[in-house]
Nanobody, 123 residues
Framework: QLQLVESGGGLVQPGGSLRLSCAAS????????IGWFRQAPGKEREGVSS????????EYKDSVRGRFSIYRDNSKNTVYLQMNSLKPEDTGVYYC????????????????WGQGTQVTVSS
């Protein structure tokens, strides 16, 4: 059955790092655009980063550019989000999502969603 599973979240101090993983079953992520989104309580879900299905083009929310990086390991059918220099405002539930067409941080591009993993950045 099709499933996206996020992992790697947790509690980290400001300035620390986390690597989130999005592992897939039932679909091959190599052929999908993958996006990472996050949502904090009381706030709308926002796009964080995305990577295209072919050339690996990437996009980042302005506030994370230079700190976060998205990349694939197709042998593991997994997409990662490396998060460095974390800030309290990075706190939220992070979701990975897969879309069969398009590229970017618009939610309408994405069809399949994981359950999310909590990231908390706090001292």
């Amino acid at each position: 059955q099709l499933q996206l599973v996020e992992s790697g979240g947790g509690l980290v101090q400001p300035g620390g790092s986390l690597r989130l993983s999005c592992a897939a079953s039932g679909i091959t992520l190599e052929y999908y655009t993958i996006g990472w989104f996050r949502q904090a309580p009381g706030k709308e879900r926002e796009g964080v980063s995305s990577i295209s299905s072919n050339d690996g083009w990437t996009e980042y929310k302005d506030s994370v550019r230079g700190r976060f990086s998205i990349y694939r390991d197709n042998s593991k059918n997994t997409v990662y989000l490396q998060m460095n220099s974390l800030k309290p405002e990075d706190t939220g539930v992070y979701y990975c999502a897969a879309g069969s067409a398009g590229w970017g941080l618009t939610e309408s591009l994405y069809i399949y969603w994981g359950q999310g993993t909590q990231v908390t950045v706090s001292s």
